[in-house]
């Protein structure tokens, strides 16, 4: 694959020996001492120019090479067949090109050397070449070849994950069927069947998943990062350490709500299912949500249930809806291609492959060439995925601008990414917002506790999954180096210490629970990210109610308001341009922290200490 570098490579290196000096701040440095002979005159080395000059044609070269990996990776996550292996070799193809390109050796040795000159290059230089650094070692091809069986095995892992058929009462279901019964079925035998249904994927993942933690671990080793936990936390500028300890804060700042809504929910579930006894811990099964981490279906608000009103509505127009929503406040229309390449909806019955079926965002040319992959149903929680899948397509859409270069369109940090949409989506179901368009009467008493105990349902309930559960055991998984026969063990172990949940029966090692959850497979190591984008969307939606909208941040209407979509364009703008602490406290005027989540949620807790009265708590 070195056929595309090394015209670049020589671009670069002869740049960088022949032309002047003019930028002041290269200007005053003294050309290295083995740079010329010592008969000829001395030339400053130009860096900025040099830095300036690799950085557009390495762009040129990475833009290229990431839009046909994103292609490939498209056609496999959309198109997936059953012993078929020409989309898997096109995509292994494809990715091989894109990491031997980013792990280049010689690339990785200029990066080195022009960042050896960091104080006489402009930030923006600094920051690029340190996200190409960055990038080079997930794929540092001094091990190419465990690179390329890391990007082999990827690639399986997410075809059986998403090739595999889900029987429930003796017939094939899809996804969306299982989490609907869990949503909706009151028969504990027949909830039982539907979650062991949907952990049956995870045996068949097991041996994929081992291997990949060894390959991930050795390819990010070889350019010195201990393992691929820390290398993913090292894209915060954070040590591991730094990010368990700050995502176990989090857990504990929001523990003591967390434990009200436990002990409301053991004892609310126990009488909806018809148990005399209320269990110490939730059954698995008892739960709205295959992993126990959105528990918000248990309550339904009088006068604000959305479910009705969607399902007359039909799937599409939700996804217009949250366009038109993201219009209001000042965005663009997506762009037709969108609409042309996306795969938004379930596929029909009878089709012959299968796809991805759990929500994604693509940009796939770093350009305008954005889709999306779900399949949307008409109810609550497609609805706010939607509008958390437009956040990234406008994340996307916003900083593809000419002041953010190629390699830093990404969010201010991933977290910031999956902040964006799911704060649209909490500001898209408060009663204000639809009563304005219309999707609820304004006229209708509805309870403030009962909504707010549905959100915290969602958004608290979520906190000890993402940052207890999921953060702990893909630390262990990792880092340290989590024995193959405790794999299951300590997965329940986790829940019932930070969920408070307990498997329905024995889950022993023949079963694999955690690999049931996509991020494992094939988003690792980075779980915290959406446990930080909910403490980051309240700190937004904080400052947005009080400071922009002047309303109580339990009852907002953000729709049409173009103050806030300024307020949210401007974070989008810079990308990763931008230092993420700095922006959130220019735009916030806070550190990360869950001061507002705790406040947005604390006129719960009398309500809860009072319905938990007399109750017995175990957590
Ligand atoms: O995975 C997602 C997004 C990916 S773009 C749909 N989320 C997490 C999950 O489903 O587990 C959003 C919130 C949590
Ligand atoms: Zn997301």
Redesign the pocket.
Known sequence: MHKHLLPLLTAALLAGCAQKASAPAASTTPPPASAEPATQPAVPINWQRDAEQFLTAYSQQYQRLYTQSSEAEWRSNTHIVAGDTTNSAATARANEAFAAFNGSAENIKRLRELLEHKAELTPLQVKQLQTALYNAAGSPQTVADVVKRRIKAETQQTEKLYGYEYKYQSKAVTTNDLDRVLREEKNPQKRLAAWEASKAVGPTLKEGLLNLRTLRNQVVQALGYPDYFSYQASDYGMTREEMMQLVRKINEELRPLYRELHTYARYELAKKYGQKQVPDYLPAHWLPNRWG?DWSAMVDVKGLNLDPILAKKGAEWQVKQAERFYQSLGYPALPAVFWEKSSLYPLPAGATYKKNN????WHMDLNQDVRSLMSVEPNTEWYE?TH??LG?IYYYLTYTNPDVPVLLRGGANRAYH?AMG?LMGLAATQKPFLAGLNLVDPKTQTNQTQTLLKEALNYVV?IPF?SGVMSEWENSFYADNLSQDQLNARWWELSKQYQGIVPPTARDEQYLDPAT???INDDPAQYYD?ALSYVILFQLHDHISKHILHQDPHATNYYGNKEVGKFLRDIMYPGASADWRQLLREKTGEDLSARAMVDYFQPLMTYLKQQNKGRKYTM
Do not use: P, R
């Open positions: 981490q759990h929500a994604s965002a995925t958390h899948e990234h999956e799911s979520f993402a959850k996509t991020h959406y």
